[in-house]
């Protein structure tokens, strides 16, 4: 019982046996519970601490009384009460008493409210115990010094609770100093704050009627400072203006070219200015010695360009001879240029022309001056044909207006490189003569263009016609006259909502009313070049080739666009035809569904096919390329301003050049195609196997062996197949493209395989001399039929030739085959396992025989399993025994 109860029973027992002094035991181990109850907790209500702490199940042992006095600053007094306690021994027992110790607790406190802090203490002290003395009995000869150590450290700790009571009423009483000062500083710096509030709120009070005063004054000076330069700008206007009217008077245009360019720079200065009176002051003095300047060197130059015969009408038939005075002329014509191309900053910050728009047509830089006087003689002509009541102002021939405009272009071209362009070098300008003039002849017909536009929107032929000769001025515009394609032309104009929206609903007008007309011809579904088999490769019908050619004027229409999303929508209106198309196309199909052996029903086929084949050529093309690079950017910007019209997957293929911008019409077309040929072959097959019944219930069982016969021929239940088989691959040839034919013959021969394999070879039983009729007429006859168009036509047949092989081959191999398939398929010969036994024929050598894959890859048999091929085994009639 004291041994379940007690934790300190080793060493208890230890000392009983040794005869030790018990006493001496437990007054060690009351020690070390009072020295780890101070150790652990130093608060002045530690409880009592007596052996019944220590061992708390352990009857007394004998009456032991020790107390510690209580000292101030030191843990309160542990009173340990007596114990009772006898200990006797008989015959090497152990006799306790039942009397139990009598244990007070100090200030009336609750045994039981220090549990659970005891076991902790009573645990630690048993380690302790354990650690110091261990499990050897000579370690307690240790104990008294052991004793002296622990009291040492007892004695330390309460120096040390000593020492750290009586330090800190100093401190505190130090700190509380320090804070009384402290307070007392704050409280002389918040009077002194006081007081200094007090006096500048004084001294503001004082002082604000001397503040008014000043800011009055300082805006007095101000305004009077805005007067002086308002007025410093005002006599520099009239300083500029009184100068430049002297150098006119004297003649000295240059000086007065100056004066008006550092007016227009002034002018240009004043731009963020408020003062809107001073700002139309020197607009209107700039304007009106601008206009002065300007008139006179365009009528000086006008008078010069007479002199050289501006502008040439129509073409010279012949060199003109130069003037007499052509020195001078051609100095004064370099000064004129010169001097109006220094007007040129003026002129564009004034002239209401300089950055006139159209709709339509992008902002420009303005035209240079002395263009601007040479397209006037031109303009003048231009209006007096092509507006008004006169007869060449027809809505109905626009190609007249465009082609007088592209006449003087070319007309004057050599006349601006020769003339003007040398002295627009000279004068260090980055202009190019040609194209300004090429620009102010284009704004009039821009301007016309835009007058006409609108009056013909509800006439469909005028507006083809109109958009017609727009798209041939663009594109000679472009090439012959080089016209940079950065700077805009006429295409910007129809490109407007309205207009563009009513060139759509026309072109798909036109389109559809096209595809109307050609599909209801009679020689819709005829090829026009059947007789040049170099040409017609593809054998496409008429309304096919004719469709296609629709597209592609379509795309070289819209080819030219200057925008990008305009050219999409062109090319949704090319996918929607196409698509309509297809579906004209199935409709045709299945009227002919009933016959699709008849030509009609090729020509759909080959249709589809020349279609899907252009489709996938223009995928490629660079043109495609970059309009599916335009969708892409397009879709992005419209997926930031939330309308996403590309799926992450459709953009990511499209990006990545994986897919193509007719991918979903070729997916169509594909699948139009490959039903075709599957209805056509259907077709075929069933012809074939009308022509094959005869073969198939043909008496396999009962034909003379191979050495009764002098030669091998066909059978005769044959020849109505093969023959069909023939035909039919000739007249797929003839009608068909490449391609498709390729398709066609290939899936024919693959059905044929499937058809004799099943009906044939499966269905009868095969005597030697059947076996080789069999292989006769399929090795030497219907194989040899696609030969014309491959070289190994077995290929195709490889179910129907290892069937061969295998009812072809000779007894003695075939009972080894059949026995090893037997034993394969019956589990008693693995693929891993060496076959007992000699190897049969064609086995490999050695005394392992080869597994049955192995075996039918000697034979030739490739594509069978070895279950097909035991099948094929217990076909053969010819068996020993039977």
Not at 260 to 278: E, K, P, W, Y
Not at 366 to 376: G, N
Not at 449 to 462: A, E, F, Q, S, V
């Amino acid at each position: 019982m004291f041994r379940n109860s007690c934790p300190c029973w080793p060493v208890l027992f230890y000392c009983n046996v040794r005869g030790c002094s018990f006493r001496i035991a437990v007054l060690v181990f009351w020690y070390f519970g009072v020295y780890f109850r101070v150790f652990f907790d130093h608060s002045p209500h530690t409880p009592s601490i007596g052996l019944g702490s220590i061992c708390p199940n352990t009857q007394p042992v004998h009456h032991v009384g020790v107390a510690c006095a209580h000292q101030p600053g030191e843990p309160s007094a542990v009173y340990v009460g007596k114990m009772d306690a006898a200990v006797t021994q008989d015959d090497g027992k152990m006799q306790k008493s039942t009397n139990k110790p009598n244990f007070v607790p100090e200030n009336n406190e609750d045994p039981a409210s220090e549990s659970g802090h005891d076991e902790t203490q009573h645990d630690f002290v048993l380690d302790f115990v354990q650690k110091e003395l261990g499990g050897d009995l000579k370690s307690l000869k240790n104990v008294a010094e052991l004793l002296e150590k622990v009291r040492a450290e007892k004695e330390m700790l309460e120096e040390q609770v000593l020492s750290a009571s009586s330090a800190s009423p100093l401190k505190v009483s130090a700190a509380l100093d320090a804070a009384e000062e402290a307070q007392a500083t704050m409280t002389s710096l918040l009077k002194r704050q006081a007081v200094l509030s007090k006096g500048l709120d004084q001294h503001l009070q004082e002082a604000e009627p001397w503040v008014d005063e000043l800011c009055q004054n300082i805006d007095h000076v101000d305004t009077m400072e805005r007067s002086m330069r308002y007025m410093q700008c005002l006599q520099h206007i009239e300083e500029l203006s009184d100068r430049i009217q002297q150098c006119l008077m004297t003649n000295s245009v240059w000086e007065a070219i100056d004066s008006v360019a550092a007016m227009a720079t002034l002018d240009a200065g004043l731009q963020a200015s408020s003062c809107l009176h001073l700002q139309g002051f020197l607009r209107a003095t700039l304007r009106f010695w601008h206009k002065i300047i300007k008139d006179r060197l365009a009528s000086d130059f006008e008078e010069l360009l007479t002199l050289l015969h501006w502008p040439s009408i129509s073409p010279p038939m012949q060199p003109l001879a130069p003037p007499a005075n052509a020195q001078e002329i051609s100095s004064q014509l370099d000064l004129l240029v010169s001097q109006l191309m220094a007007l040129q900053t003026s002129d564009d910050l004034i002239s209401e022309k300089a950055l006139t728009t159209l709709p339509g047509v992008p902002q420009a830089s303005p035209l240079s001056l002395p263009v601007q006087v040479m397209v006037l003689p031109l303009t003048k002509r231009f209006r007096y044909h092509f507006t008004g009541n006169r007869t060449t102002n027809s809505l109905g021939k626009p190609e007249w207006y465009l082609t007088q405009i592209l006449m003087w272009m070319g007309n004057n071209s050599a006349f601006m490189d020769d003339k003007i362009q040398p002295i627009l070098d000279r004068t260090g300008s980055n202009v190019n003569a040609r194209v300004e003039l090429c620009r102010g002849l284009l704004s009039l017909a821009q301007e016309k263009l835009t007058h006409d536009l609108p009056r013909l929107l509800y006439d469909d032929t005028l507006f083809c016609h109109l958009v017609d000769e727009v798209l041939q001025f663009e594109k000679e515009l472009r090439s012959t006259h080089s016209y940079p394609a950065a700077l805009p032309g006429l295409l910007h104009i129809p490109l407007e909502d309205a207009t563009l929206q009513k060139w759509l609903t026309v072109e798909r007008k036109m389109a559809l009313e096209k595809v109307d007309s050609m599909l209801s011809g009679e020689g819709a579904w005829s090829c026009q070049y059947r007789d040049i088999s170099d040409v017609d490769e593809l054998k496409a019908p008429d309304c096919a080739e004719t469709f296609m050619t629709l597209l592609l004027v379509i795309t070289d229409r819209y080819r030219a666009l200057p925008c990008s999303r305009a050219q999409l929508k062109f090319l949704d209106l090319q996918r929607e035809l196409v698509d309509d198309f297809r579906i004209r196309l199935t409709q045709v199909m299945k009227e002919e569904s009933r016959s699709p052996l008849s030509p009609r029903y090729s020509a759909i086929l080959n249709a589809a096919n020349y279609i899907s084949t252009v489709l996938a050529d223009w995928a490629d093309n660079v043109f495609f390329l970059q309009l599916q690079q335009a969708v892409v950017s397009l879709g992005e910007v419209e997926a930031e301003g939330g309308r996403p019209v590309l799926g992450p997957m459709e953009a990511g293929r499209l990006a990545s050049l994986e897919g193509s911008l007719f991918e979903s019409l070729l997916a169509l077309l594909d699948r139009l195609r490959g039903d075709m040929i599957g209805r056509l072959l259907d077709t075929v097959m069933k012809d074939v196997r009308e022509k094959a019944q005869l073969y198939r219930q043909d008496r396999w069982l009962s034909l003379p062996s191979q050495c009764d016969q002098a030669t091998m021929s066909l059978s005769s239940s044959a020849c109505p197949m093969m023959l069909c088989v023939r035909d039919h691959l000739l007249t797929l040839q003839q009608r068909l493209c490449g391609p498709l034919f390729q398709m066609a013959w290939q899936g024919l021969a693959d059905r044929l395989n499937s058809f004799l394999y099943q009906d044939v070879v499966l269905y009868n039983h095969f005597n030697e001399g059947g076996a080789a009729q069999l292989q006769f007429d399929m090795t030497r006859n219907l194989f040899p039929l696609f030969g014309h168009y491959c070289k190994r036509p077995e290929n195709f047949f490889k179910h129907v030739k290892e069937a061969c092989i295998v009812l072809s081959l000779s007894i003695g191999s075939a009972l080894l085959l059949r026995d090893l398939l037997r034993e394969a398929l019956e589990g008693r010969v693995s693929l891993d396992r060496e076959r007992p036994g000699g190897a049969a024929e064609g086995a490999g050598p050695g005394a392992g025989g080869p597994s049955p894959e192995q075996a039918l890859n000697e034979l030739g048999v490739y594509r069978l399993a070895p279950g097909d091929v035991l099948i094929l085994l217990n076909l053969r009639a010819s068996w020993p025994g039977q």
